[in-house]
């Protein structure tokens, strides 16, 4: 039984797996999918990252591997990766334990001048947590479903270049890891926002939120 015959026959084997029907097109367009290399490349450009920023690329194996790199690394060639980096000595204590590897990325992410996840997974959450605790280093959080409304209409022809990156920085500018309140609701856990990705009661006291947060983002939900 191949990979996406048996994931199909678990949707609907267990009564747990809440969603039976996967329809790809919509969950894209509800930004719950990663963004493609090719995608995450028009982002890069359209927030103005040049041709010769290095990009160091924090996770496994990739789907469709270096192919699937080819444009990426056709708009940014200094492109890294922790099996670039580290000789067969060094690379060799770690394989084999991918939660060694996975901490490898972590401390390249967290340190990195600039830390731009394409989805929001639970190592992307930590490492913007964390970086908010290292002193609010930039950290963009994309927003996926609006990218993808504009990367459709900038390919499709409707907007112009100029338009497409204008939209995209704009609609980012709030989104970098500024100080901001962690909204919390009553009773629905669920909904509110992750406490790793920002713990801003880790961040200030009581005394002083409102110095580091602003007076209009000092409460909570």
């Known amino acids: 039984m191949s990979h996406f015959a048996l994931q199909f026959w678990f949707r609907y084997a267990f009564p747990w797996w809440r969603e039976k029907e996967i329809i790809s097109e919509e969950r894209r367009s509800h930004g719950l999918c990663p963004l493609t290399p090719e995608e995450t490349a028009l982002i890069l450009?359209?927030?103005?990252?040049?041709?010769?920023?290095?990009?160091?690329?924090?996770?496994?194996?990739?789907?469709?591997?270096?192919?699937?790199?080819?444009?990426?690394?056709?708009?940014?060639?200094?492109?890294?990766?922790?099996?670039?980096?580290?000789?067969s000595n060094e690379l060799r204590q770690f394989q084999n334990h991918s939660s060694q590897m996975a901490a490898l990325d972590f401390l390249v992410s967290v340190a990195s001048d600039i830390f731009i996840p394409t989805y929001d997974g639970n190592m992307a959450r930590l490492v913007e947590g964390h970086r908010r605790y290292l002193g609010f280093k930039k950290t963009f959080q994309l927003d996926r479903r609006k990218l993808v409304?504009?990367?459709?209409?900038?390919?499709?022809?409707?907007?112009?270049w100029d338009e497409f990156s204008a939209?995209?920085?704009?609609?980012?500018?709030?989104?970098?890891?500024q100080p901001t309140p962690r909204m919390v609701i009553?009773?629905?856990?669920?909904?509110?926002?992750?406490?790793?990705?920002?713990?801003?009661?880790?961040?200030?006291?009581?005394?002083?939120?409102t110095d580091v947060l602003g007076p209009e983002n000092s409460t909570l939900i």
């Not at 939209?167 to 890891?177: C, D, L, N, T």
């Open 45 to 87: 450009q359209a927030l103005g990252f040049l041709q010769d920023t290095q990009i160091y690329i924090a996770s496994g194996e990739i789907y469709g591997s270096e192919r699937r790199l080819a444009t990426l690394r056709a708009a940014f060639p200094r492109i890294v990766k922790k099996e670039m980096l580290l000789d």
């Open 149 to 160: 409304e504009l990367l459709d209409l900038h390919q499709n022809g409707t907007l112009s």
């Open 186 to 209: 009553a009773n629905k856990p669920k909904e509110e926002d992750y406490f790793y990705a920002n713990p801003h009661e880790c961040l200030c006291e009581a005394t002083n939120c």
């Open 167 to 177: 939209a995209v920085r704009f609609s980012h500018e709030k989104r970098m890891g």
